[in-house]
């Protein structure tokens, strides 16, 4: 009877050389997995990590205060776009908006503003000045003044 030698190249490719590839191909594996888990997380957390997009209302705010109102206005409406915006904030920031289209003398497009503002359930003390902003707009646009 002939003997079968493990460590005989002549019948294939030892244990040993084996356990290290299946060691080698795992490690590579959980590699590729933290790679991938690595990169799919900075995909997806740049669209909910921006603080960049919290400086737009400073930008908004900075604005409003030198009396730039239609370039306040630009930036409040870019900060909203980011999906990731409180309520609370998303309506203060409405609010502010349909406070600007007033005194840019547009209570129509003030009115879709401060309806967002009351959708996105502003502060109770908030609450009372945007009912009268909604009442005024309403007023003066069934008046049919500009």
């Not at 040993?16 to 997995?33: C, P, R």
């Not at 400086?55 to 999906?83: M, R, S």
Request: charged share 25%.
């Amino acid at each position: 009877m002939i003997s079968k030698n493990i460590n005989n190249p002549k019948d294939g490719v030892s244990p040993a050389i084996k356990i290290f590839v299946i060691i080698l191909t795992v490690i590579t594996l959980v590699a590729f997995a933290v790679f991938f888990y690595k990169v799919v997380g900075k995909v997806t957390s740049s669209s909910k990590d921006k603080p960049w997009a919290l400086q737009l209302k400073n930008v908004g705010d900075k604005l409003k205060e030198a009396g730039l109102k239609k370039q306040a206005v630009a930036q409040y409406t870019i900060f909203l776009e980011h999906e990731d915006v409180d309520l609370k904030t998303r309506a203060l920031v409405s609010q502010t908006l349909g406070e600007l289209y007033v005194t840019l003398s547009d209570c129509g497009e003030a009115l879709v503003w401060f309806y967002q503002a009351e959708l996105a359930g502003p502060d109770p003390a908030d609450k009372e000045t945007l009912v009268s902003h909604i009442a005024a707009c309403l007023k003066e646009v069934k008046s049919g003044r500009p």
